[in-house]
């Protein structure tokens, strides 16, 4: 490891002592149900609930508020939770990957200054000074990656590169040349970029880089390992989703040990998936989160999907923001292939895009190396089989394009026999994660 | 005239080409001729047996995928040139050719001919010159 460094917080507000925190998040979830007001889909909740502002004394009375699911956001696409008029918003963002049906949020000005400050909290948390440069090689556009990095890392007064995606060889190249010490991607192309970076010859001592911080898909330990030996960096988690700000919602200090929730801006609940009561603290179950800040699009206890235990003993670092642990897999079905979102449902329609009908499949992930590879399992259906090979290869290049087509990311489709795929009982067994996303 | 063949699916990994084969076997059936089309990840195996119809049941009984199709036999002249001028022939009635494989039994260069359109086909070769085998008689040159 090449660096050690000082402990420090961006703002004050990272170390409220949690009588005072929980005191400002009361006061502020009153707030936030007095907004959502504003919003159909709230209002009518509320009201049918008996539920004001003047009903929250504490943060307790969260229990009696609704849940908020993504699909809720599909049935108001595009932009029908707003709680604000359409002229205070500064900008939107759409979720990562889905090309087929975007989910779009949006920031008013506050919304974006109070995004940049929470990126800004966990860049600072894991040793970014205003003296450093940072690469960013996540992409610019609707993801909230990209833009959510950049204007977090200007905040602290830090110098950003904003090489976004792609071109890995230049990637480096700008990396040495400009000197950059910080690295943010996902942590899967950081890996990528280290071994390129090692093909061209650069040791990990010559590599530039110290330090790093990578997110927008779950990883390991193991990964972890490995991309502090490639590129020779300490290497820092961090989580957040479009629906709730981007990055920020929560990222490691340097002891490292889970990732801080900014709780002044949200309320984090970990609940049982099936029943949905809480769960103790240590328990792995589904993250919800609700917004005490947003002025654009509140929600109220949105489900997360994300599978991670919350941890609030005290932490040497001296944040008293719970800790959440590594995202240890979905509660749905969601694949996240090289950073994209990708749904079996999606499959299913490019399917039926390809061929009329959909058939049985199964898509099975790894990670052989850097990068995330997907393969679609389709099987052939006895009635689309033909004798030329011409018209097979067309069928399975045809299924290629509408897959492309829909997730937005490149897939091997193989063609198997007829019933060669395993039929569950029960739900049908869409996917198979090889990835190893336990430790 | 046409010869009916059997064209099996086969995904690329070892084992697949002798399920087909040994359902074949089990059940008496005996394989005259075959060919093999291949990409990286399936293949395509094509069959002419003495029985289609209890070989096409047998397979699916054990849930192979089993497609029909018809094919043309025909008696090359075992010369140099032989084939050319049979070609000569598809091109003349402006038949294109799917794909070939020979048919390796008897005293013949016999070869069966994939084509575009083999009814219209069977029509128009033997008036370009093409030797056409009808299936009776291709069975025929089989018996032992």
Known sequence: MKLLFENRLFEPAEALPRDTLRALQAERLAATVDRVLKVPLYRDALRSGGVSSRSIRSVDDLRRLPFTAKEDLRQHYPLGLLAVPRAEVARIHGSSGTTGRPTFVAYTRRDLDTWASLVARFLTAGGLMPEHTVHVAFGYGLFTGGFGLHYGIEKVGAAVVPAAGGNTPRQVQ???????????CTPSYALHIGEVARAQGLSPE??????????AEPWTEELRDEIERTLG??????????????????????????????EDHFLVECVDPETLEPLKDGEVGELVFTTLTKEAMPLLRYRTRDLASLDRSPCPCGRTGARMSRVRGRSDDMLIVRGVN?????????????????????????????LDEAVVKVEVRPGDFRDEMRQMVELR?????????VTGIRMTVELVAPNTLERSTGKAKRVLDHRKLSG | MKIRQLSLFLENRPGQLRIPCKILGEAGIDVLTMSLADTQQFGILRLVVKDWEKAKAALEAQ?????VTEVLAVDVPDRPGGLAQVLEGFEKANLGVEYMYPFARGPYAT??????????????LAEHGVPLVPAAELLARTAR
């Open chain 1, 233 to 262: 960096i300490m290497a820092f988690n961090n989580y957040g989703l479009s629906e709730i700000i981007g990055p920020g919602v929560s990222g490691e200090c340097l002891h490292r040990n889970g990732m801080h929730v900014a």
């Open chain 2, 111 to 124: 070869l069966l001919f994939r084509v575009e359109d083999p009814d219209r086909a069977e029509r128009i």
């Open chain 1, 397 to 405: 290049d045809r299924i290629d394009r509408e897959i492309h087509a």
């Open chain 1, 174 to 184: 700008l990396i040495q040349d400009l000197g950059a010490q910080v690295l943010v």
């Open chain 2, 63 to 67: 849930g192979v995928v089993v497609n």
């Open chain 1, 342 to 370: 990708v749904f079996p449902s999606q499959i299913e329609e490019a399917l039926l895009r390809a061929e009329g009908t959909a058939p049985h499949y199964l898509i099975e992930v790894s990670r052989p190396g850097a």
């Open chain 1, 206 to 215: 010559e590599i530039t880089l110290r330090f790093g911080h990578f997110g």
